[in-house]
């Protein structure tokens, strides 16, 4: 979910991080309002390169996603977290330092209005979902996937998992062990670009999806990983036990139920009884 947020009527382009919950903001945009330099990304260039030098851990927390610029393109923008922002406007002496404080505050504001009570998040999503046309019984699995999705993430960052490199290896090695494929490959099976994968699966994906979120979560507060690789293994076997559960559903049905559906035939998405047509 991308789009622009509005700074004392400057545009800052900003996309939500559905597998974090959280935003990302241009780093470009947020120097040019902070500094008013008529050449922001010149100053971004010069003072990542002396953040570099000082080993700052801001300078390791950039990241960089597909933005939209003037010309109407997408080009790839170096963009930082909520938490990377504010470590950014430490490093640069601005008078509109706490206004922007205040109004990243507000950005945030009806996400921890979400936390406070789950209930808002839920109506938000069942709001989203109906209006972009997908079924009843299709929304209420997805929310459930949304929920145990960020327990996952939750015990991932418990475990000093914090990089958004780190949360798609992870994802990537639990994908690939429960469906066989890595998300690009599962992406393209689906014909999906930027999409949401999990906005694209069958319900019987997402319950499989779920299935391996829940047991990678269980095995981690069981085994308690100390590093990035034990956490791997840790993901690969909460996949493999949705992996088995897989291959028992496709020996029921005689056929895969990995599906090549997307998000463009809503209606099929949620698979009922005998209407399920996979190879």
């Known amino acids: 979910m991308s789009g622009i947020k509005l700074f004392e009527e400057k545009k800052i382009r900003t996309e939500w991080n559905s597998e974090e919950e959280d935003w990302y903001f241009s780093v470009v945009d947020i120097i040019a309002v902070l500094t008013n330099s008529p050449r922001p990304r010149k100053y971004w260039n010069a003072l990542k390169t002396k953040l570099r030098e000082e080993g700052s851990q801001l300078s390791q927390d950039v990241g960089q996603l597909k933005l939209q610029a003037a010309d109407g393109k997408y080009y790839l923008?170096?963009?930082?977290?909520?938490?990377?922002?504010?470590?950014?406007?430490?490093?640069?002496?601005?008078?509109?330092?706490?206004?922007?404080?205040?109004?990243?505050?507000?950005?945030?504001?009806?996400?921890?209005?979400?936390?406070?009570?789950?209930?808002?998040?839920?109506?938000r999503g069942i709001q989203l979902y109906r209006a972009k046309g997908y079924t009843a019984g299709w929304i209420s699995e997805r929310l459930k996937a949304i929920e145990i999705r960020k327990q996952l993430t939750d015990e991932w960052r418990s475990k000093g998992i914090e990089s958004s490199l780190e949360f798609a290896i992870l994802t990537d090695e639990m994908t690939k062990a429960w469906s066989g494929m890595s998300i690009k490959q599962y992406k393209n099976l689906k014909n999906l670009k930027k999409e949401n994968l999990r906005d694209n699966m069958t319900n019987i994906e997402l319950t499989l999806n779920q299935l391996a979120e829940v047991m990678t979560t269980a095995i981690s507060k069981t085994t308690n990983p100390k590093n990035f690789e034990e956490n791997k293994t840790v993901a690969k076997r909460g996949g493999n036990i949705a992996k088995n559960t897989r291959l028992n559903i496709e020996k029921e049905l005689g056929k895969s139920v990995i599906s090549p559906l997307n998000a463009k035939d809503k209606e099929r998405l949620e698979i009922k009884n005998n209407d399920y047509d996979g190879d």
Do not use: M, Y
């Open 77 to 123: 923008t170096d963009v930082l977290n909520t938490k990377g922002v504010l470590r950014l406007i430490q490093s640069i002496p601005s008078p509109k330092a706490e206004p922007f404080k205040i109004w990243l505050a507000q950005i945030g504001s009806e996400r921890l209005d979400e936390i406070a009570d789950p209930q808002k998040a839920i109506d």
